[in-house]
């Protein structure tokens, strides 16, 4: 029986290998060393067996892309991995698994299984992985990044409601911040004739950010700050750098070996922990010096209402003082990237359809007339207006993948099974490009949310995805659509936008924790000389 293995053995090296003569080798070997052929059957018979078992394992996994040694399919996701995750979608599912560093993450695709995951089992996929990075924001007391917990639900529960007063239609506050949003569109509006002058082009990205963290800062601290105020810029760059390394991962955070030496992943880390260091020590003197001066009898602006009900909350909750800072963080970080982000694909696609930008200008002609600004009160009769920017939030997806989240028990989309402590990652923007929800998802329309009366279809902005789903969608969600419609409604009333005619204006984008356009250039007219022919 050996002798007939060992010819069943010297034949499969010369078949499998390619090696003319191997087997004459081994025999001369096997000869000279006849008791090691005991050893060798052994040795063969555990490693196929086990080679058996492993490969029974593999079936029970998800399906997914092969995965190398130590980096996994990390180098495999380019420049924008929402793309490769919807790319590889369609050919392993919506629910598949690849693998980063030392950790399998599942990847959800497709608005059906998406939905399913994030609000049949919301729960579920509530959590929060246990990354590095994460516990490095807001002094680990970020209701963003913190893990799903009993402390965690308090949180929330608190901050949602602290927003939904804060913002209620008939509250004080909610009339001083859309006042507040007023004059910076104003403001804006003014920048951009300014640097129109004479025909100029000019990039918006700055001012856009400049007025969208004008009104995030009059929100939490009651207290706007010049262009070129030498604190406020600081804040700005800090944001910025934030959503770029945020957005993009933290490798350290799936392949820790990498703080072990000297490398630029390791530098990039370092330099993400001094940033979030800064901005919540930012944070924090700005609320201490709102502590020093609280009145409970009036609520200046949000950092006032979240002392009010988290720095006097029950202790037995586990909210401590910090809290406070860290909910204020959330909402700046967010509330800053998501509505500047908007802002510059809207004013970048008016300029690239004026076909478009026309029927807009038209619309609040006839809703809002000459002889006002527009109001959130319009909002009702401008259906185009908000069709437009429901369009551009789901042709862009500027919010591609969710933040990381994580199982907190064993659970099933689609039929298949992901245990307990899974990384999840959430593509955002395979649901707003699903071609099952949506017709030609990769042209621009916004007549798709308009009905036959010319109505907004409200049912099929639900559909849209920009603010995640479930228990961990964005508390701000409702304040960030007050502040992009108020903007971009008083923008269009007031002026008319035109690309540079030497430039392309290109949909290509820079990865992060929000999509960024690439560099472009745009002029701006004040509408009454278009109007009257000057």
Known sequence: MIDKLQDNTMAQVDSEFGVKGGSSIIREWSGQVQPALVASFVFLFFLEAGLWVRNLRLKRRLPGPFAWPLVGNAMQLGQMPHITFTRLAKKYGNVYQIRLGCSDVVVLNGDRAIRQALIQHSTEFAGRPNFISFQSVSGGKSMTFTNYSKQWKMHRKIAQSTIRAFSSANSRTKKAFEQQIVAEATELVESFLRLSAQGQYFNPAHELTVAAANVICALCFGKRYGHDDIEFRALLERVDQFGQTVGAGSLVDVMPW???????????????????????????????????????????DMSDAFIGVIDKADNDNGLTTGHTEGTVSDLIGAGLDTVSTALHWIILLLAKHPEIQTKLHEHIDKV???????????????????????????????????????????????????????????????????????????????????????????????????????????????????????????????????????????????????????????????????????
């Not at 530098?267 to 003197?285: A, G, I, P, S």
């Open 258 to 300: 990498l703080q072990s030496f000297p490398n630029p992943v390791r530098r990039v880390f370092t330099n993400f922990k001094e940033l979030n260091q800064e901005f919540f020590m930012f944070v924090q003197n700005k609320v201490k010096e709102h502590r020093e001066t609280f009145d409970p009898e009036v609520t200046r």
């Open 368 to 534: 809002v007339g000459s002889d006002r600004l527009p109001s959130i009160e319009d909002r009702g009769s401008l259906a185009y207006v908000d069709a437009f920017i429901y369009e551009t939030m789901r042709f862009t997806s500027f919010v591609p993948v969710t933040i990381p989240h994580s199982t907190t028990s064993d659970t099933t989309v689609d039929g298949l099974h992901i245990p307990k402590d899974t990384v999840v990652f959430i593509n955002q923007w395979s649901v707003n490009h699903d071609p099952l929800k949506w017709k030609d998802p990769h042209v621009f329309d916004p007549t798709r949310f308009l009905d036959e009366n010319g109505s907004l279809d409200k049912d099929l902005t639900n559909n849209v995805m920009i603010f995640s789903a479930g228990k961990r969608r964005c508390i701000g969600d409702q304040i960030a659509k007050v502040e992009i419609f108020l903007f971009f409604a008083i923008l269009l009333h007031q002026c008319s936008f035109k690309k540079c005619p030497n430039q392309d204006l290109s949909l290509n984008c820079t990865y992060g924790l929000t999509l960024k356009p690439l560099d472009y250039k745009i002029t701006a007219k004040l509408r009454g000389e278009l109007l009257t022919g000057q």
